[in-house]
């Protein structure tokens, strides 16, 4: 089993949908979650953080659950600028583990 | 403020030669420092991290190797690259222990030929 998993994707969505992404992972002493943003031919960027409490960013929206070892994320009212891959990131110890991206297509 | 450096940004090298990609982190003492791999449409792959100087992890088994000379330099080597090697190669660093997220240099696309 990986250690981080995602659904590849990819999401073709229309602009102004509603897109979930769901991400689970397999060590349970992970301490540090986040959801990180690559476009093509790019370097990752850090999207957001995942809190225990879950968190809204604008649009976005990151929920974990610990007793289910499973990372979500919302986006709402889809743009075209969304167009990317989003990872899935687990951090626990000196280990920083990345899912293998889930891939979003918003079409006009 | 922190910034991480990685070169070169694009390479390519033939069957058989060696491989030397450089990283570096300014800004910051003893981060951890890692190297992914990302091959063409596919995701991450961690290859190797390091808690400290002289301190290597590895992920997964292949003809390349680490080394971290210095506490802010990630050196990721080759003796001799394959086929299989071609892909997008990031460095990266974090803080502390899993707290805090992670910042990748900007890349280097190697195509073995």
């Known amino acids: 089993r990986k250690e981080v998993e995602q659904d590849p994707g990819p999401f073709n969505v229309p602009e102004g949908a509603t897109v979930a992404f769901n991400c689970t992972y397999s060590n349970s002493a992970s301490q540090s979650f986040f959801w990180y943003r690559q476009d093509c031919r790019k370097e990752p960027k850090l999207l957001m953080s995942v809190y225990s409490s879950g968190n809204e960013d604008g649009r976005f929206t990151a929920q974990l659950n610990r007793a289910s070892q499973y990372i979500s994320l919302l986006i709402r009212d889809s743009k075209l600028s969304d167009s990317a891959t989003y990872l899935c990131v687990v951090s626990g110890g000196f280990k920083t583990i990345f899912g293998a991206g889930t891939r979003l297509f918003v079409k006009a | 403020s922190q910034t991480i450096h990685q070169w070169p940004a694009t390479l390519v090298q033939p069957v058989g030669s060696p491989l030397s990609l450089e990283c570096t982190v300014e800004g910051t003492s003893n981060p951890n420092l890692y190297w992914y791999r990302q091959a063409a449409g596919r995701g991450l792959q961690l290859l190797f991290y390091?808690?400290?100087?002289?301190?290597i992890s590895s992920e997964v088994p292949q003809n390349l190797s680490a080394s971290r000379p210095q506490d802010r330099q990630f050196i990721l080597s080759s003796k001799k690259l394959l086929l299989s090697d071609s892909g997008f190669y990031l460095c990266a660093w974090s803080g502390g222990q899993g707290a805090s997220e992670a910042f990748f240099g900007q890349g280097t696309r190697l195509t073995v030929v």
């Open positions: 390091s808690v400290g100087i002289g301190q």
